[in-house]
């Protein structure tokens, strides 16, 4: 082992309905971590009640992955909020995954913004606060997932903590932003997985132009949508393990 | 004083957006108990925040109203649900409105229905327990509001105490159930006063067909969306005082 | 050739937004006639014109497939519409549909309700009706597809036609009424074949207790959402054409 | 009569189910024009077809009113929409609002943006050639409202007329855009009524720093959603009739 720990987040339960998006429970397996849709942009209540479950029997660490009310966009479109509208709609999601949550017998210990709403308020000030505000007042113990640290002096206000995340199925530009294209990019596992440890061991991932940047990351969150996520999700757990890093959540569950 | 006590109950915050149906801080000034909705028939996450405010400023009782996933027919139309489906609609509303209560310094003490949820449930005993076991998981301490105690042996498999609710404002038939029309009747304020007062002190309710029936009744539930609401809601809670009846809460707020 | 002519149709373009549940295109090579959702149960205005445009393309006849305003359940649960519901819902879908189809060189040729809208109008004279007056006063040349012509008489008065469907993928029961399952069987393709065959050259379907009843069908119905419709849709196409029965659209779309 | 020519324009049908913004019938014998909303921002398919028949009654002219499908923010909030989501948005809706219009016996004559749609339409010459191929391809003898002229150019090439439109009852800033407020200033009925005759008789309008600026305008909109609207109406329709000015719509109807 050397020393270094690492959590594998992946946003899951993103399903309407009878629509579906992906197989849950076969990414379960290789995860730590998830963040559970709560119904604005993805999810319903009986899809709720069964992620959870499924998510307290793996032993996951749970998170709201809160987004906009716009189900046919998928949460993908910005939609101008104003600060009280986004607070209040955070408000309302975690509240509503916390019940599930708590009814069967685990505990929500982060949340993470999806989408757009994640872009949204990390480019807007008051719109970051209007989520800080909406998790702290319901527990400031909980978490935040967070592209960066860069607005933590925000969180201290409300007595939170950001948790920054890296992404390494994703292409990154020289700015350290992420690149999103409409068509994502399909890496083969072995390739994610060399961004994961690269990530992981080094603190540096490599751009889209082909440079090396410094990033900070305490989680990566991994995509569950392709027909070949299960299979990265393992090879990135397998590489990390390999490597001797722990893999392990921010705040495992008790058992 | 004659010993007896009795609440009033009021369905607020039923608006959607940029619609309204009452001006719901003209009604709080005569009430004692608000059940308010969670976003399901009516209401929205902004909407809940102004209206728990509102409802925990006037020292209010608070209550989740939940109902079906049905804005477009305000829950009032039949949705043929699982019991599972009951169950879990219930969680995530009484979740979602709970977060606004308790970081607004309240707390939610009872849960009712709303609409066709209501006869649903009523109706159905399997439907009836998929509510209780939704209140139960959360709080088994909250009350439940009910049209009467004959589902109370359910109840109590999950250590929760059905309120039965009287509707001065409604027409009853013979067998005790509430007539529901198109166009609500429309009685002057002191007639539902006198209806308010007849449950109150004799427990019993004229028919439409002319008839005294008893009726069993622990809080009065009055309609706030007729332009002469507010002066019904005050008709009733002066004449209660009048006959010397204690108008509080079931569960009134801590200062 | 035989003499016999068969059509085979397919319910389509039922995703929303990012969700899909086919792969519509391959379902196309093998079917006569479209019935395309319309938005209320399924479907959004993107899906719709990719959806139209696609069986316009591959010429089929298509139809409008109107659903209940109920995305989260499908438009597979009973939801207790008025007869001025069912008719304005209808009157909505099919018109939108049709400013797609003409938009993109086509006709809408027939309409045909989805899910437990195609059953509430079947059961109930007065939804019926009102499914029949949304149809005529678009265009009255539009053919309705419908479980049997039992309501042919009640059509008469709005000079429509119905064209009774079978429904060879699905189980039936000795009345002739079908056996709807929460999780549907899967039959091998050469089974529904045989079926379909079955229904076409004899008129007559074997329920589920093993008898053989008889069963008028002008067109068939095929389901597109499991893995393999595609292989089912071939091997009823190929079947029929063996039997030396012409495979046809009601309204074959002018080229 | 001094040989001007206006029409009056209106919003309406902005209700939502049970959730009603103004007393369309009051509206509606002040108004040449009515343009009613899609069931988007506002609306559904019963409001739909109350307000078309009540319109046609009224003899007006009718306009599809389109609207983001956003109904919580009542189409008010920007949404990024790409251009083929605008065209597909305003195909179907246009073409469900065409099937109500034609089944009462009008016609649509028009087509005009709500809210945000409208604004970031105008602002976005691709996103108005999307609206534009959309009522194009529909019917391209519908005519277009339009802030102003400045995208004819556009709307030649799909065969389209943009009429523009006055806003007397909103503010204007020096460079002639419209002033937004989150509560909208009430002008007393003559205030309104002054600002209509400038715009008709003279085309200028006074802006919010005093001073006065040329503004085309072939149709004037009037809001009917606050309480002093009819009287607001009757005020501007009177005044212009007095002033000599033929009070007519770009379309009256054939009767």
Redesign the interface.
Known sequence: MNGKVMEINCDLGE???????ADDRALMKHITTANIAT?FHAS???T??ETVKAAVDHGLQIGAHTGL??????GR?????SP??M???N??????????V??EGGEVAHVKPHG?MYFQAYEDDELAEAVFAAVA??DSSMLVYWFDTGQQHLADKYGLTLIPEGFPDLQYDDHGMLVIERVKRSWAPEVVADRAAQITLDGRIETDSGRSIPIEAETLCLHGDSSSSPEVLRAVKERLLAEGVAVRAQRPPRR
């Open positions: 399903g309407f309905g009878r629509w579906k998006v119904g319903d209540p009986v709720m009640r009310p716009d189900l046919l966009g998928f479109r910005r939609l101008a909020l009280q509208e607070r209040d709609y408000t309302y999601q975690i509240g509503a995954l916390k019940a599930f708590e009814a757009v007042e319901i």
